[in-house]
């Protein structure tokens, strides 16, 4: 039986300029860092959830990828197409305004939702989440 789930994947542009924005703009901290692989495998987590990785996989060729089909998905990417997901706060104004003067893009500022106030980002591939505060 599944028990929880451990790792999700987000396809990033440039994997260490993604890593830089995990971790210096959301705070967020490198779990797995492994270039023995024949490529790099790097996962970050929020630094109070380390049992969730986030696997940042850099679009490139690999035998479930193509040349063509990894081009076709950068392209995606780089055009905000994918919505991975919700991160949780318990103050959604507050984390805005301090990731905002980090950098991080938010598409407008928080606004109360029927299930709690959200703001919407993208991080630096174009990969948008929801920042958000529960009722």
């Avoid at 790097?42 to 630094?47: F, H, K, L, N, S």
């Avoid at 305004?97 to 991080?104: K, M, P, T």
């Avoid at 630096?124 to 529960?134: M, P, R, T, V």
Wanted: charged share 30%.
């Amino acid at each position: 039986m599944i028990q929880r789930l451990s790792l999700v994947s987000v396809h990033v542009l440039d994997q260490e300029r993604a890593v830089k924005f995990y971790t210096e703009k959301l705070g967020m901290k490198v779990h797995t860092d492994n270039k023995d692989l024949g490529f790099r495998w790097v996962t970050v987590c929020p630094e109070g959830q380390p049992d969730v990785e986030l696997a940042l996989l850099a679009i490139t060729p690999s035998p479930m990828l193509d040349e063509e089909r990894a081009r076709t998905l950068r392209d995606l990417v780089a055009r905000g197409t994918f919505g991975y997901g919700a991160f949780r706060t318990d103050d959604c104004r507050r984390t805005h305004a301090e990731l905002s003067a980090r950098g991080v893009e938010f598409l407008g500022p928080p606004e109360e939702r029927p299930y709690g106030i959200e703001a919407v980002f993208k991080d630096d591939s174009g990969n948008w989440f929801a920042l958000i505060q529960e009722r």
